[in-house]
C-alpha cells in the first residue's frame, strides 16, 4: 500500500467530501486521517486527507478525484507522503533557527530535502558544512552613490530556487527584506520567523520595543512573506514569560527559544501539508 | 435548514467516510466540519460531522447513514445540534467549579441544561438559588458501629437520573467515592476533575503532596467515572506554574483555576459530541 | 508579632538596604521575603520586603526606616500586611470580571474591601446585590446637539472614591473612557484590562481585528490608566491558543478567560503592593 | 567595580539581612539584586545577593559578610559572577539537550566551561569534535556471567571530576543508572533530565507510559540527582499539548522539546547561583 496526502480548497457546495472519499474509493483508497473546514466568510471548503491504495501514482488517484469533484476552479493537489518538499534555507548572522530546522532535518523529525543554504554573510558557513548542506553566500553590496547588488542578488536567488527545483524557502532570520517582485515569485511558498508577537512590533528591533515598552510576555510569529512587511497570513505564534529583570539582551535570547519553536512548527506544517492559504489567513490541521 | 451533529465509531474498513457522506447526501446534506481519525492500535475509525439538511428529523438522518454504512456493529448517533444535553452538577463543599460552570451556562458558552444540582452537604443551596436551579441535599450519614446511608443516597441518586432524563453527571469536586455499581451504571457519562495532574498525585489532597513534592506546576485533571479511581479516561489537562514561595493553601487557590478551565472544557466538549471513548483513551475533536 | 508590607523607590545609592534592615532592625523587626531590583535605564531602586515585629503601628516601622534612609526624595510606604486596600469596580454589560474578582473576593483569596461598585449601564446590579456590595448606577447620557452627562458623572465618580475611601478603582470592562483629567486624578490607581494581547489590537473590537488577522494566540492585558489610551504601564498579559475554527464570537468568549485571569492577578498583586511604577513601565514583584 | 553573586543558607533569625548587608557596605558594596526566602517548615533562610564593590576578591567579600554573620553554621558563598562553572556533560545516544546545551554554550547564553564530554557510548563523539570539546567514551561492559565494569567505568568518572575541576555533572539523557555510591558523591551537584512531568511517568520510557495512558499534555523535569531514582530535588519543569493523534513516537519527539527547555534553563539557574537546597525541595531564585 502506499500512502498519498490530498489537499483541496474550492468554492463550498454539497456533496464535496462524498465526491473526494468517491473519488478515493475508485481507486481502492482507505482514509486515515481527513480533517476538514468551511470557511464562512469566503465560503472556500478547505479539505486534508491521508490515504493509503495500492495505486503508486499520485497522479492517478488525483486524476480520480478530480473526475468526481468535476470543478475546474478547484485547487487539488495530491503527493505522496513519502515525497520530501525540497527547502532552501536562506540566512543572515543569527543562526539559532538554522541550527534548529539542521538538527530536526538530521534527526528526522523534519522531513525535507535540503539542496541548499543562501546567505547574506559568510557567518554561517561552518554550521552549513558540518551537516553536509552546500552553502552560497551571497552578498548585497552597494556602492557608494551607486546601484545596489540586491536586483542581481535575487535574479541568482531566483535561478537557485529554480536550478534545485526548490518548493518551499525559509528565511530563518535573514534580515533582509525581499523585493515585492520576489515576493510575488514566492507567493505561498516562503515563511518567514518574525521576532516579535504580531501584530504587535513590527519592523525593526522588536525586542528592544517590547522592552521599552515594558511587555510581561515576547513572542514570535511564523507567516507567509508578502511584499506587506510583517503583514503576511500568519500560520504559528509561541509566546514565553519575561519580567522587569529582564533586559533587552536578555529577551532577544529568550525569544529565540520562540523562534525556533514557531518557525520549526511552521516548516512541518507546510512540508506536511497541513497550512492551506483562504484569502489573507491560514487554515492550519494540526 | 437545520444543523445535526453525527459521531461514529466502528471498526475500520475502507468506504467508511464515503458511505457516511453518501447517506448524508441522500437527505441533502451539506457538510459544514468534518473531523476523523482512526486509532492504529485498536483500528477503531472515529468521526464527527456537522452536516447543514433541509430534514430536520435526525432520526431520519441518522436512518440514511445507517443504510449506507451497513454495520450493525457501528456506533452511530445524530442529534441536533440545537439539542441540550442535561446535565446534573453534583457537588460537596468547594463551590469554584460550580460556580464557573453556572457562569458559563447562564452566558450562554455553555449550552446546558441544568435541571438539578446535587449535594452531600447544604454549603451550595444558596448558589443554585441565585441561578434559580434546584438544589438537592443528600447527605450521606453513618451510624456508629451501624450503616451508612450511602447505597441509599445513590438510589436516590439514579432514581433522579431517571426522573430529570439527565443525559451525564458532572462531578464538580464532589468528594465522595461513588459506588463501583454507580460508577459503571454512569460509564461514559460522568465527568470528575481530580485537582493534580494526573496520573502524579492520586487520592487525596494532591495540592499537599504536589507541594511537599517541591513541584514545579500543578495541574488539573478532567475524566471520564470509572470504578478504578482516578484512572478513567482522562479528557483534558491544564496546568500552573509555581515556586518554592507558594503555600499548600496557595497551591490549593491557584490550582482552582485550572480546575475551572479543564473541567469547564471538558464539559463543553462533552455537550459538543466532541469526545469519542476508543478502549481507555478519549479522542477529542476540538 | 504584626506583620507589614515595606516598599520603596528611589535612587539608588550603596546601602540602601542596609539602611533599611537598619531601620527594621531598630523597632525589632525579623524580614520574612525580600526582592529588590534595580532598574538600569534609570538608576530606580525598587525594593519590597515583608517583615514580623512586635510593633503594631506602621508609622512606627516606617519613621524608623525613614530616619536611617535619611532620603527626603524615597517614595517608603509601610503597612500593615492584614489592611485590606479599598476597591471600587467599575463595570459596563459584560460581567465576567466583575463575578470572577467578586468570587475571588468572597473566597478570601482576594484580600479586599469592596466598598462600591459603579456601572453605567444597570445590568450588574443583580449581581451586585447576590454578592451583597452597593451597587450605584451611573449613566451617561447625551442631549440631541446637546452636551453629554460624562463630566458630571466623572465629578460623582470622584466624590464616591473620596466618600468611600477609595485605593484603588478597577475598570472590569468599563467601556467608557475616562477623561484625561479622571486619568490624572487616578494615576497609578486605577486598573484597567484590555482584551487584547497590547500592543496589538489597541482600541475597539479587538477580537474581531484578531479574527480579522488569523491570529493563533490572543490575549488580554491588565495595565494601569493613563489619558494615553490603551498604553498605560502593563502590568500582566495573559495568552491563549486559538485556530481557523473559531468565530470572532468564539474568541470573545474565549479571551475572556484571559482577561478574568490577567485581571485577578493584577488587582491581586496591587492589593499585596507587589507592583512598583518606574517610569513607564511596571516592577512586578510576583 | 567588580560583581560579585553572595547566597546564603542558615537558620532563620532577625537581623540576617541587616548582617548580610553591613558586612557588603564594610566592602564598599552595591547590591543590584537581591533576593530572599524563608522557608516557613525548616525555618531555613535563603538569600542571593548580586553586588558591585571595588574589591576583587571574593574571599574578602566572604569574609566581611561572614565576621558580621556569626553564624558558624552558615551556608555562606562568594563568588565572582565572571567565573564560569566548570560543567561535564555526560550523555548516551540521544543527543538533542547535548546539542542544546552545546549551542547555549558557544552563544554565550550559559556561560560555563565545558572541559569534557563522556559518554557510554560512541554516538555523540562527532557533535562534541564539532564543537572542539573533548570526548571521552566510557562504555560499560559485562561478561557472561561475569562482573560489570560498572564500578570501574564510575572511578574513572570521579577521576575525571576531580582532574578537570569539575563542579557540575548535567546528565543530558545519559541512560545508566548512576550508583548510590556516586550519587552521594555528586550530592547537589548533578542535574539530570527526566523525561516525564514528574512524579507521573517515572522510571523507563516515560513517553510510551504517557501515550498508553492517554494524557493531554507530557512533560519534562530537570531535578538533582540522588540514590533515590527520580526522587531527586526538581529544579524545572516544562509541559507540551498533545491530543489522540500523537503516536509514542510523536510524543518523544515533542517532548524533546520540553526537555531541552526545562534542562537548558536548570543549568542556567546553577550556573547564575539561582538554585539553593533545602530539604529536599528547590528553593530557585529566577
Known amino acids: 500500500m502506499t500512502r498519498h496526502i490530498l489537499t483541496l480548497t474550492c468554492h463550498d457546495r454539497p456533496g464535496l467530501v462524498h465526491a473526494v472519499c468517491g473519488g478515493l474509493l475508485d481507486v481502492g483508497g482507505n482514509i486515515l486521517e481527513n480533517a476538514q473546514f468551511t470557511d464562512p466568510d469566503s465560503l472556500t471548503f478547505c479539505m486534508r486527507t491521508v490515504v493509503d491504495t495500492s495505486v503508486d501514482d499520485p497522479a492517478v488517484v488525483q486524476a480520480a478525484v478530480a473526475e468526481r469533484l468535476a470543478d475546474t476552479q478547484a485547487n487539488l493537489r495530491v503527493r505522496l507522503e513519502s515525497e520530501r518538499p525540497r527547502v ?140 506587506d512587511l510583517d503583514e503576511g497570513p500568519i500560520i504559528e505564534q509561541d509566546v514565553a514569560r519575561v519580567d522587569h529583570t529582564h533586559t533587552a539582551e536578555q529577551l532577544v535570547a529568550l525569544g529565540q527559544d520562540t523562534e525556533r519553536l514557531a518557525l520549526s512548527r511552521a516548516v512541518r506544517f507546510w512540508a506536511e501539508d497541513r497550512i492551506l492559504l483562504v484569502g489573507d489567513k491560514t487554515v492550519v490541521f494540526r
Open 88 to 227: 532552501m534555507i536562506m540566512v543572515s548572522k543569527f543562526d539559532h533557527c538554522l541550527v534548529d530546522l539542521l538538527y530536526r532535518w538530521r534527526t528526522g523529525a523534519l522531513a525535507v530535502d535540503l539542496p541548499i543554504i543562501v546567505s547574506n554573510h559568510a557567518d554561517c558557513a561552518l554550521i552549513a558544512a558540518q551537516y553536509g548542506i552546500p552553502f552560497l553566500h551571497l552578498p548585497i553590496t552597494k556602492a557608494v552613490d551607486g546601484p545596489t547588488s540586491k536586483p542581481a542578488q535575487e535574479a541568482r536567488i531566483k535561478e537557485l530556487i529554480a536550478e534545485h527545483r526548490v518548493d518551499l524557502v525559509v528565511l530563518a532570520r535573514y534580515m533582509q527584506v525581499l523585493s515585492d517582485d520576489l515576493c510575488e515569485h514566492l507567493r505561498g511558498r516562503a515563511i518567514n520567523i518574525h521576532h516579535s508577537f504580531l501584530p504587535g512590533f513590527k519592523g525593526a528591533k522588536p525586542y528592544h520595543q517590547a522592552h521599552a515598552r515594558g511587555v510581561k510576555l515576547v513572542g514570535a510569529t511564523a507567516h507567509f512573506v508578502t511584499a
